[in-house]
Nanobody
Framework: QVELVESGGGLVQAGGSLRLSCAASESPFAVNPNGWYREGLGTQRELVANISSDGSTNYADSVKGRFAISRDNAKNMVYLQMNSLKPEDTAVYYC?????????????WGQGTQVTVSS
């Protein structure tokens, strides 16, 4: 079983910045975390950003130009730099490791880290 551990959440004023980090435990399949999701109060979990093995990135429209995802495969880590934060970014942010291959695959989640943006 692979464990994903997020850190870096907290309380910040609107316009501020936070950097989330996610570390994956070692595994035989070299599972690399590659995405961030969030779940606001009363809302469904939604994709925030993901990054593929070739470094290409994908962002939710609501965070484009403000958030940046990056990864360090050597350290089994993924990061989310969040700038110009808005109150509507308030949510629990979850790290995700997802892979779907021809003979194997996985989908792991972290426990979540709270981000609260005050107005």
């Amino acid at each position: 079983q692979v464990e994903l551990v997020e850190s870096g959440g907290g309380l910040v004023q609107a316009g501020g910045s936070l950097r989330l980090s996610c570390a994956a435990s070692e595994s035989p399949f070299a599972v690399n975390p590659n995405g961030w999701y969030r779940e606001g109060l009363g809302t469904q979990r939604e994709l925030v950003a993901n990054i593929s093995s070739d470094g290409s990135t994908n962002y939710a429209d609501s965070v484009k130009g403000r958030f940046a995802i990056s990864r360090d495969n050597a350290k089994n880590m993924v990061y989310l730099q969040m700038n110009s934060l808005k109150p509507e970014d308030t949510a629990v942010y979850y790290c995700n490791a997802h892979y779907a291959g021809p003979t194997t695959g996985w989908n792991y989640w972290g426990q979540g880290t709270q981000v609260t943006v005050s107005s």
